[in-house]
Nanobody, 115 residues
Framework: QVQLVESGGGLVQAGGSLRLSCAASGRASSINAMGWYRQAPGKQRELVAQITSGGSTNYADSVKGRFTISTNNAKNTVYLQMNSLKPEDTGVYYC?????????WGQGTQVTVSS
């Protein structure tokens, strides 16, 4: 089992920045990739960014050039640096970790961008 704990959400004005963190515990060595998803009210959950254990990254088109995903050296914590935030970035952000057979989710952290 893997447990994920997110932190760093909050309220920020448009154009501002936030940094989200997600710490994995338990069988973190079994993780192949970690990522961030978000869900806005009335919308489906969507991928924001993902990073593999090999360091490859993938971003949603809407955040390219503004958001950066990274991990620590131990690869058990994933970060999402969000710059130039827009009101449409508002939503609950979920950390996700992919093991060989299982996908794990964090509890979510609220990000609100005011115009």
């Amino acid at each position: 089992q893997v447990q994920l704990v997110e932190s760093g959400g909050g309220l920020v004005q448009a154009g501002g920045s936030l940094r989200l963190s997600c710490a994995a515990s338990g069988r973190a060595s079994s993780i192949n990739a970690m990522g961030w998803y978000r869900q806005a009210p009335g919308k489906q959950r969507e991928l924001v960014a993902q990073i593999t254990s090999g360091g490859s990254t993938n971003y949603a088109d809407s955040v390219k050039g503004r958001f950066t995903i990274s991990t620590n050296n131990a690869k058990n914590t994933v970060y999402l640096q969000m710059n130039s935030l827009k009101p449409e970035d508002t939503g609950v952000y979920y950390c996700e970790a992919e093991g060989r057979y299982t996908v794990y989710w964090g509890q979510g952290t609220q990000v609100t961008v005011s115009s």
